[in-house]
């Protein structure tokens, strides 16, 4: 397992090899916000249920304005009230929303009208169907609105109200344990001692996973012996759907996660062809998921995005991709010669993509002060005029 995996085959493994770990429950519609669909929801109405007016103005039959222009009002209908069916050589006064009386096949607004004593003047030619909306115009009965794997947004659950839903069935939301790795790392408030620094990787983490909507249900951090690591572990698989942690995952010998794993789990995947993110490792661990993350910041920002954030939402049941990148040109030269695909973190103005001058795995502060990540694959010259794919850290 020493030879580095390519992104994409990588990709497809993690994804392949995970399935949903997480049950299922009925909720209430307006507490299902940022819930993941258990399963494909389809209408059992037509939205609308009933023809009705998208204008206030005048129901009318075409065929009776063929040889008059003047028709008598017969009927006045609101929204939410039942209709008549319409006389023959008559008008019905309509408001938005309303019902089209049987008969009508026509709304003509109020505007192309004029009152004239118990009659109205229509100044205009009217045409079959204008200012209509037909039963079904925007969900017709039986059409599937929603699929399973669909995390709910607002729009969703006005969809959702549309077509009656009260209770939707959902995934429980995914349990993450989180684990940081390194005698080096000390909490934030606390006080650095010499060759110490603050552990930025867990509240980073955290809120990766809380973010992508998940539950951050326990954060430990495991000092650099193969027993606090071990323990570690131990203690977060008894308490969580699956585990992501940061550090440990690469060959120096103060790296006990990998050793932990290969003694108590299984490893399917180590190393891939990327830069900054190399050591990451996806295996299981005491008969739970585990997705392991390099130590560096941007490498765990990078690996996250790329690989975590899709093997917590296969989990959790979520039907998920890679965002679409978009091209943009570099205002940057540079040759072909690394051997891993790279994501820069750079600025993009006018479609043109510059560099953060500060591209070491090790600075977390290039992602803060810049846009997104430029895919350069490996082995390709970077010239002006070059075209590489770019993802919008807004995308994630």
């Not at 995970?18 to 389809?42: F, H, K, M, N």
């Not at 039942?82 to 008969?103: K, V, W």
């Amino acid at each position: 397992m020493s030879s580095l995996m390519p992104l994409q085959e990588a990709l497809e493994h993690i994804t392949h090899t995970l399935d949903v770990i997480t049950p299922t429950e009925s909720i209430p519609l307006l507490e299902a916000l940022g819930r993941v669909l258990a399963c494909d929801i389809e209408s059992p109405i037509n939205v609308p249920p009933a023809a009705n007016s998208a204008m206030d103005g005048y129901a009318v039959r075409c065929s009776d304005l063929a040889s008059q222009s003047d028709l008598i009002v017969s009927q006045r209908i609101a929204a939410g009230q039942p209709p008549s069916p319409l006389a023959e050589n008559s008008c019905a006064r309509i408001f938005t929303g309303a019902e089209i009386p049987a008969g009508a096949d026509a709304v003509v607004m109020q505007e192309n009208t004029e009152i004239q004593g118990d009659r109205i003047h229509f100044l205009e030619t009217v045409e079959t169907h204008q200012n209509i909306r037909p039963a079904g115009q925007d969900i017709a009965k039986g059409m599937k609105v929603l699929s399973q794997g669909k995390r709910l947004n607002a729009i969703d659950i006005g969809v959702l109200a549309s077509i009656g839903v009260a209770d939707v069935r959902v995934y429980c939301p995914l349990k993450v344990g989180i684990l940081t790795t390194g005698d080096e790392l000390q909490s934030p408030g606390a006080a650095l001692q010499p060759g110490q620094i603050y552990n930025s990787n867990g509240p980073l983490m955290t809120s990766l996973v809380q973010s992508a909507g998940h539950q951050a249900v326990k954060v430990m951090h495991a000092n650099d012996s193969v027993a606090d690591t071990e323990q570690a572990l131990q203690m977060l698989s008894e308490q969580c759907d699956i585990i992501l942690s940061s550090g440990g995952v690469s060959v120096g010998e103060e790296d006990h996660v990998k050793h932990t794993i290969e003694r108590n789990g299984t490893l399917h995947l180590w190393k891939i062809a990327i830069k900054p993110g190399k050591p990451l490792v996806f295996a299981n661990v005491f008969n739970t998921p585990f997705i392991g993350l390099p130590g560096n910041p941007s490498s765990t920002l990078v690996t996250f995005h790329l690989f975590a954030r899709l093997a917590l939402a296969k989990a959790a049941g979520e039907q998920l991709a890679l965002p679409t990148p978009y091209p943009v040109k570099c205002h940057f030269s540079r040759k072909g010669n690394q051997s891993r695909d790279e994501f820069l973190r750079v600025h993009v103005q006018n479609g043109i993509a510059t560099p953060h001058v500060q591209q070491s795995s090790g600075a977390l502060l290039a992602a803060s002060q810049t846009d997104g990540y430029l895919h350069v694959p490996a082995k390709h010259d970077v010239t002006p005029d070059s075209e590489f794919n770019f993802y919008p850290f807004a995308c994630f």
